[in-house]
């Protein structure tokens, strides 16, 4: 049973993973905490959903639409939030809060009254026994999704001269327009990207679980907490904490018997997991 | 010193008389006019119900059909001939809400009585209807605070989850045979009772019940359960939260090749088409046993007057709940006559109501306890939808 846990605890822990690599792809980018990156995810979902059921549009086509959508909603929500009345990236995480509410509320009034959906079968059917646990396809997906992602971020952020801009402006953005980064450009491409990934987060989650307004709430707070123990900088320590937690959780649910527990559990991780960097970064400093 | 010398000396003394009398003036015709909600061409029916939120389905479904079957009565002249308004305003599946919901339907909407759908919803408002003397009709709610105390304004259609979960256990093992069982409840407290009576039917019935898994509403990923229920291997499952929580569970089951021996037994959602939908691939002949309470299955021959009321819609058991608990309500205000008041209702149903009967439910008539049918139908999946699973509805 311990190895099943832990196999069933994996394939979870890197959907937490992969929400925390959607925050950090933009703080690493330009500074702003995107708190409705998961409701992105969730509202292009549900575009998706629409697409195959009301539309009948082939998976693929209705995935591919979907993803241009969500560029665009990108750019949008950039030029609306951001370039409408630049700011500190604290007022713009603020904003995003609102943003937050306004997609949720969208959502509610457009396809709340049916939900939770069961989201159409797009990807092959079928599983991997991993230690006696079934591995669906679809979670292996999201694992692959997940390190692809992570190695994606890495390269484009340590690897390119598009990262290389994307550091620069998200350094000193004054200081990088006076170097002639065209500062805008760069923001409005990571702003797009970041909501591309939300995407592909919201409709892997709708598969995987099923399809809600609320659907994102409880992975966002654990996807969070892993983000932030990677000091919404490193996608390897994000990635790695949100296995850890899913481990976690998967275990106290079959241990403890209390799903409530798993919500306490995010933060529980996520306050010893702080306090525990900061000392080991003490340490580092005193030697 | 006569009394219009102390009128004299206290001019505000006449003013209050007055008042008080204008307003005794004004308020005793309006009583002798009629009751609330109810005037010479209509009757005012409110309903809170979870139209958004977790048992959206459900609530959907349950008031649809009865506004649908209020609509079909509507058309053919009304009751006595009045017309039924039905008022419904969603509640998102909130306690709270629901109470703020019935506030409003009271004392802006000024309705004659009220129903509502939901189990937790419902609990919210009982007590607010039991002090204002609200007539509550057949709600789409299984709590047993309907009918445990007997509420003088309250009226049950539909066994709670802890008579539902008796009924469909005790046929179950007495059908296919003592076994094992594993309790999967979702946390509400709505649950508590049904839980226990579940693990004690188990034990009545020659059974063991092995453990209680708790779960939460709506929740995201089932394998934890399913992997204590590999390592259990239960006869049984006994499964109790929402329809589509229960199909989830189920497609995890499946992909985890977890099935029980003999079957999961379960309490009304899941014999709701939301379970089906939910569950993803196929689900075997014989391993669902679900209760189905006042009524029968939604796809029985019997039911094709309900189905009919939306022909182009796929009923499901909350849909049938709705026209039933409409039918109910249809014919008790028929039995009152022209003269409709509160008093009435609750003293017709109270201990009036003889025994009446509509094709797609048990037969109806009054009970000490206010439970007006209180046998539960079977119903089983067989070739990928819903049928009974036994001709009898048992208790």
Known sequence: MLLATLAGGISLGFLYGLVALTLILLVRTTGVLNFAAAEVGMLCAFITFTALTQFHLPALVAVLLTLVFSALLGAAVYCGIVLIRPADPLTLSLRTLGLLLIVNSVAYKIWGANSPYTFPNILPHGFVTLFGFNVGYVQLLVIAFAILISLAVWVLTERTKLGLLLRAVSSDREAAADLGVPVIS????????????????????????????????????AGFAAAQLGEMKSARIALVAGVALGIIQSASSVYFNQPELSQILSFLVLTVGLIVRGKLHDRVVST | MTVMDHIKKRPHVLAAAAMLASGLMVTAPAKAQSETGVTATSIKLGMSAGITGPIAFASRQFSSYMQKYFDKVNAAGGVNGRKIELTIIDDGGKGDVALQNAQRLLQQERVFAMTTIGTATTAGILDYLTRQKVPLLFPGAYNTELVTPTRANTFALFQPYEGQIAAVTRWVYKTKGAGSAVIVRATPPSFDLAAKSAAATVEASGGKTLATLNTSYNQPEWASIVIRLKELKPDYIIVMTTASDMGRMWKEIAQQGAAPGKGIIGISPLADQAFLDTAGGPVPDNMIYAAVPATVVPTAKEAEDARNLSPGETMGLFGLEGAASAAVIVEALRRLGPDVTRAKLTALLHDK???????????????PDHLMIQSVGVATVKNGSFVAATGEFVK
């Open chain 1, 186 to 221: 760069v923001d409005l491409m990571a702003w797009c990207l970041a909501t591309t990934v939300a995407c592909c987060v919201g409709i892997l989650v709708a598969h995987l679980f099923f399809l809600a307004p609320d659907m994102m709430a409880p992975i966002l707070l």
């Open chain 2, 353 to 367: 109501f003889e025994p009446f009967k509509v094709p797609f439910t048990d037969t109806v008539k009054s009970s």
